[in-house]
């Protein structure tokens, strides 16, 4: 069995900060506002060639542009 | 002289009679009942080894009870409901957002999972305009990614529907 976000090229983990997503944003005022910091994810990384560190990237943007790619369809 | 004797014969019996119970153990007795429970998420623990009575999951494979000595085995879980039957005989109910139940032997549960709140912490209004939301976007002509991550969310909310009102 295939499930279909996986088809869409996504990553389990990816799947589940999804579904983690949509549960926190589902709660009512009080625990959500509590909850939702935990979603926030602000990283950066750069790949080093010979020497010389090349464009920082956002670690999403990266992903999600990894993902379109291993799209089977 | 004579009621010494009877004294002396009464406390030689009684300890005979005391013992006897004690001589037989069965393995009904010796088999604990309750499962270890473990409920963790990656910022909380919800159960740190409690004792309770038995465990609804939702997993991929289909809906199971854990009760004591059960069969080892690793469930992927669905978005879904945990339930938690405790000793005192209350139910707990808990939407946990996916992760892993491992059954271990000996009846030890450990559930990991993402994102998980009791039931009485979910909103009806929020769930409904984020499902009107998804379904928008579901249908909507954006990226492939992004319709799939609309599919994640409805498949969520559509589920928890059914347990909020």
């Not at chain 1, 790949?47 to 956002?58: A, L, R, S």
């Amino acid at each position: 069995m295939t499930y279909a976000w996986k088809a869409a090229g996504l990553t389990y983990n990816r799947y589940l900060a999804v579904a983690a997503r949509v549960v926190r944003r589902s709660l009512k005022e009080e625990p959500r506002l509590a909850a939702e910091r935990r979603g926030q994810m602000d990283l950066r990384f750069a790949k080093w060639t010979n020497g010389k560190m090349g464009e920082p990237q956002n670690v999403a943007d990266a992903n999600a542009k990894a993902y379109a790619e291993k799209a089977s369809s | 002289m004579n009621s010494l004797r009877v004294a002396r014969a009464a406390l030689r019996a009684r300890p005979a009679a005391f013992r006897v119970p004690v001589q037989r153990r069965g393995y009904a007795e010796a088999v604990s009942d309750k499962i270890k429970l473990s409920l963790s998420l990656p910022h909380q623990a919800i159960y740190k080894s409690s004792d309770v009575v038995q465990v609804n999951l939702a997993a991929e494979s289909g809906e199971m009870g854990v009760l004591a000595q059960h069969v080892p085995s690793i469930e992927q879980l669905k978005p879904g409901i945990v339930e938690v039957i405790e000793e005192s005989g209350t139910t707990k109910q808990f939407f946990l957002a996916g992760g892993f139940a491992v059954v271990q032997p000996n009846s030890v549960l450990s559930i990991n999972a993402v994102e998980g709140y009791p039931i009485e912490d979910f909103s009806s209004e929020a769930i409904k305009a984020q499902i009107a939301e998804a379904q928008k976007v579901a249908s909507g002509n954006g990226s492939e990614q992004d319709i799939a991550e609309a599919k994640i969310e409805l498949e969520v909310l559509e589920s928890l529907q059914v347990y909020v009102k």
